[in-house]
């Protein structure tokens, strides 16, 4: 398994995400480019976005990479 994935035409190293966003991007500004993105932030506060597809692709693989630790889709918060 790489321990890259891809956003935006960029090899990302998996180890640098902090945290991705489970809503699109919605702020209303008629001049948006990033109407429908998730934002993906990294570390240093650097922020890419992501498209739909690249945004599932990219919780797959933190997943796969944390040995599939994650949030099973019953729990409550």
């Known amino acids: 398994m790489s321990i890259l994935c891809r956003i935006d035409d960029k090899n990302i190293p998996l180890y640098r995400i902090m945290w991705v966003?489970?809503?699109p991007?919605?702020?209303g500004e008629e001049d948006c480019i990033r109407e429908g993105c998730y934002e993906v932030r990294l570390e240093h506060?650097?922020?890419?976005?992501?498209?739909?597809?690249?945004?599932?692709?990219?919780?797959?693989?933190?997943?796969?990479?944390?040995g599939g630790m994650g949030m099973s889709?019953?729990?409550d918060w």
Not at 45 to 66: F, H, M, S, Y
């Open 73 to 75: 889709e019953d729990e």
């Open 25 to 27: 991007h919605f702020c």
């Open 45 to 66: 506060d650097e922020t890419i976005w992501a498209n739909p597809t690249e945004q599932g692709e990219v919780l797959k693989r933190l997943e796969a990479w944390q």
């Open 21 to 23: 966003a489970a809503t």
